[in-house]
């Protein structure tokens, strides 16, 4: 592999499970590609750990391509690292400079809870997904193609960028209030905008707010911190869309959240 080769300091946070006291450990680690991954160069670290006899550090990943939004690690105080646009596993060591010392977190807020050292719990997301997230179809024989149904081209391409969201928490991680409404609000417009997710709009919004509620979320803190950190790029737009619906699903008598 080619390219420079750094010698670094990382200081990973530990911590043995939930409920636990956590703390941070350093570790020298000699010899890292300036053409690795950030995620490659946790695996070296882990291979050292294994050959001195020590527990290596958990930590999330799976796809590995930017896609599914498992790697979620905070790295010298930014929600996926100092690039931008990108993921965690996206990250390259070309970022970082020989000598550096690198500090490495697990994302930070009530409603991720520390599952061991730099996993978290981000079942939370799919609860509030379930409280609504979805657009239901009649599977009886009779399903209408979704194409169709005719959707004006701006419509659609909102609606796409909405879908863009991979649920990685970074919105929260960076939020100083672990607000979740970026992510809520990507997943409400992701349907709002089109004809087939209108019918169970007003239901949706409101159960989907209450969930984010009941999970320990904060409220947005307007800094746009969540914005700037997406991998993604979810607009701020979105938030206020979401705002729109649930206040017209307020005012109205017909549907309450269940």
Known sequence: ????????????????????????????????????????????????????????????????????????????????????????????????????????????????????????????????????????????????????IPVEKEKADKAFAAAACIGCGACVATCKNGSAMLFVSAKVSQYALLPQGRVEATRRVLNMVRKMDEEGFGNCTNTGACEVECPKGISLENIARMNREFLFASLSNDIKAE
Request: charge should be negative.
């Open 1 to 148: 592999m080619a390219g420079k080769l750094l010698n670094l300091t990382l200081k990973v946070w530990r911590q043995a499970g939930s409920g636990q006291q956590g703390k941070f450990e350093e570790y020298k680690l000699e010899g890292v590609s300036t053409e690795s991954s950030f995620l490659e160069m946790l695996d070296m670290l882990n291979e050292q750990l294994v050959e001195q006899d020590k527990e290596p550090v958990s930590f999330d990943h799976d796809c590995r391509e930017g896609i599914c939004g498992m790697c979620s690690l905070f790295i010298n105080g930014r929600a996926h690292g100092p690039d931008r646009g990108i993921t965690t596993c996206q990250l390259h060591m070309r970022m970082f400079n020989d000598g550096d010392t690198i500090v490495i977190e697990p994302w930070r807020s009530a409603g991720f809870p520390v599952i061991k050292d730099l996993i978290v719990d981000r079942t939370a997301f799919d609860r509030i997904q379930h409280a609504g997230g979805f657009v239901s179809v009649n599977t009886s024989g009779n399903t209408i193609d979704a194409n169709a």
